[in-house]
C-alpha cells in the first residue's frame, strides 16, 4: 500500500535525506583578560575568591564547632582573636631589617656622642676611640645614651696619645727648643726642597 502524502500523523511528506541547516553563525569569543580594563578583572577575581573564601570559612567554622562541641560563635571568635595576634607579628625577615636599622642607628648615636664629649677632652680620633671603648659602661635607652663620658676618661688613662696627652719624643742628638727645625725647614722651602721629617 502506498502511502498517502497528506498523512496527518506526518506534517513533512518526505522529508530530503540531507535537511538543509539552521544558517551557522560565528560563536561569541569572551574578551581576552588582556582586553578589559586590567582594574576591573582583578577587582572582579578578587571579589569572586574572597566570596568563595567566605562560604568556604563559614562551612569549616560549622563543621569544626559540631566536632569540638562549640557553638559557631564561640569558635568564630578564637579564629579572628588568632588572626589579630598573627597580624601583629612581623615577618622574620622585617624583624631582622628592623634590628639591622636599629643598630645602625645606635652605632650613629654612639659615634656623634663620642665625637661631642671627646671634642671638649682633646680626642684625636672618635671613630678609633669608639672601637676601644669599654662597651659595658655604655647604655642605650631609646635615644639617650649613657656612660660615654666614663668610658672616654677611662679610654683617656689607659691611652693617653688618642687625646694628645703627650709629646712626641725627641731623637737622641737632636737640639729641643732651638729653633733649627724651624729655620732648616725655611730654608727648604725656599730652595724648592720638600721638608725633612
Do not use: C
Not at 579572628?80 to 622574620?92: C, G, I, T, V
Not at 677611662?154 to 691611652?159: A, F, G, I, T, Y
Not at 729653633?179 to 720638600?194: Q, S
Amino acid at each position: 500500500m502506498a502511502e498517502n502524502p497528506t498523512n496527518p500523523t506526518n506534517p513533512t511528506p518526505n522529508p530530503p535525506a540531507n535537511p538543509p541547516s539552521a544558517p551557522q553563525t560565528a560563536p561569541q569569543q569572551q574578551p581576552a583578560a588582556g582586553n578589559g580594563n586590567p582594574d576591573a578583572i582583578v577587582s572582579a577575581l578578587m571579589t569572586a575568591l574572597e566570596s568563595r573564601q567566605q562560604r568556604v570559612e563559614r562551612s569549616i567554622t560549622r563543621d569544626m564547632a559540631t566536632q569540638y562541641g562549640m557553638s559557631e560563635e564561640e569558635l568564630t571568635t578564637l579564629l579572628n582573636n588568632h588572626r589579630a595576634e598573627k597580624a601583629k607579628q612581623l615577618s622574620p625577615e622585617a624583624q631582622q631589617q628592623i634590628d639591622a636599622a636599629n643598630a645602625r642607628v645606635q652605632a650613629l648615636m654612639l659615634q656623634n656622642e663620642v665625637t661631642r664629649l671627646g671634642a671638649a677632652m682633646g680626642l684625636l680620633d672618635p671613630q678609633l676611640a669608639v672601637t676601644l671603648l669599654d662597651h659595658s659602661l655604655i647604655q642605650t635607652e631609646g635615644e639617650a645614651i649613657t656612660g660615654v663620658q666614663d668610658a672616654l676618661s677611662l679610654l683617656k688613662e689607659d691611652k693617653p696619645y688618642l687625646f694628645g696627652g703627650f709629646s712626641q719624643p725627641m731623637a737622641w742628638g737632636q737640639q729641643h727648643g732651638s729653633g733649627t727645625d724651624e729655620r732648616e725647614a725655611d730654608f727648604r722651602r725656599a730652595l724648592g726642597l720638600k721638608p725633612t721629617l
